[in-house]
């Protein structure tokens, strides 16, 4: 019995599993998504939230899952829900041409406290950086 | 104990009962079904170009089980659903990926001499399930928001955990919408530090149930970690697959997913399990029978 057909598998499965977990670890990525089976291990990035702010001065606008949220251009960001850094946020900021059509994006996760009930929200990652504008 | 405990069992062999030989077809066509249901419950069919390709991958698929061993059918599957990876690595789920293993561990199997195929399909199963049990505890070990309870906690609160049990108390269902309704409200407020909204016990003292549900949790997961790796063959270790499987149905409701572990299961069981192999078998067409409806 050849050791490809006996391991070829398993030795696939671990090293994306592995891949995912360093990622996991090493740059915040969520532990749902890559094929770790790290599921059920913290809040689904379905849930974290990306607000914009248009640089003519009026309310942000927040980042839905549906197409019908405030924006449809929401699917190439939504990706950094689970890849939760600014560089991803930069990289997807949505352009007219080579122009951000946003002054700023944040990309905010949950946090609840078990014992005081209370759900928050917890800034972790902004494009650019600094204060809001 | 043996890391390749599926090798040809003299014992069975010399009943007619097992070995290492037949050619899977029935492991087969127990995965192409599960494939079939995800990809039919996944892969939207608005776009008819991408339904044609999905359809047509699916005759391959069928074909290659009803064909009794080909390979070449497994082998065209495993590489589509990889493909659908390579695309959207990080939006795929799970047992998309799962899927994409079990598909290609039977090309393996089915590409070897007939009387090493179920072995093969066998071990190769045990091992996906190992994997999946031992990364899985990892991740729930290194996670705060797990490890505090408030992960289970805010679902068990917002009627994302427990709700098929939940449903049958009016006052817990009255709960959870009004915690619902709460957090869809302060979703829609520009977020700021400090900012929160107070959620109401849906259960009786939330935080004890939310850390008990996550310590069982990690506790099955751990040892079926541990049966699967030191005694895959053993009664108990696919009786408790067969639990955790039915304990989701009725917590989470991952349909799929749950199908995908039943047919691993299914895969991995040995003959001599018959009634645990047709528990499986159930498992696996009426979950995934229950994500398409």
Known sequence: MPFARRWAVLIAVCLVALLQLAQVLARRQSSWKGGGFGMYAGFHPNLAEIWAWPPDGSEPVRFTRSAQGPENTSAGLRLCTVRTTAACLEERVPRDGDVPRYERLELWERSFDLDSRRLSRRLIAAFPGGARP | ?293
């Open chain 2, 1 to 293: 104990m043996s890391w390749t405990p599926f090798l040809p069992d003299p014992r069975y062999a010399a009943r007619g009962r097992e070995g290492g030989g037949g050619v899977a077809v029935r492991e087969s066509v127990a995965l192409a079904f599960v494939c079939a249901a995800y990809v039919a419950t996944t892969v939207g069919f608005g776009d008819p170009a991408r339904a044609v390709a999905w359809v047509g991958l699916g005759i391959v698929m069928f074909a290659g089980a009803a064909g009794r061993g080909g390979w070449q059918g497994w082998a065209v599957v495993a590489a589509g659903l990889a493909l659908g990876i390579a695309g959207r690595p990080l939006a795929v789920a799970n047992h998309h990926y799962v899927l994409t293993w079990a598909s290609l561990a039977l090309a393996l199997a089915l590409s070897a001499p007939v009387d090493e195929r179920r072995t093969l399909v066998r071990h190769n199963a045990r091992w996906l399930l190992v994997a999946i049990m031992g990364f899985a505890t990892v991740h729930k070990l290194i996670s705060g928001p797990f490890m505090d309870g408030s992960f289970l906690g805010f679902g068990i609160a917002t009627g994302a955990f427990a709700e098929p049990l939940l449903q049958f108390c009016s006052s817990c269902v009255e709960a959870i919408g009004r915690n619902v309704a709460a957090v869809g409200e302060f979703r829609t407020t520009v977020p700021e530090a400090g900012a929160a909204v107070t959620l109401i016990d849906p259960v009786p003292n939330l935080p004890a149930v939310a850390r008990a549900f996550g310590l069982a949790t990690l506790l099955v997961e751990a040892v079926l970690f541990v049966l699967f790796l030191f005694v895959p063959r053993a009664r108990v270790t696919h009786l408790l697959l067969l639990a955790f499987a039915a304990g989701l149905g009725v917590i989470r409701q991952e349909l799929t997913f749950i199908s995908v572990v039943a047919v691993l299961g299914y895969m991995c069981c040995p003959a001599e399990h018959a009634r645990l192999r047709w528990a499986y078998l159930a498992a696996a067409v009426a979950f995934s029978g229950l994500a398409i409806y």
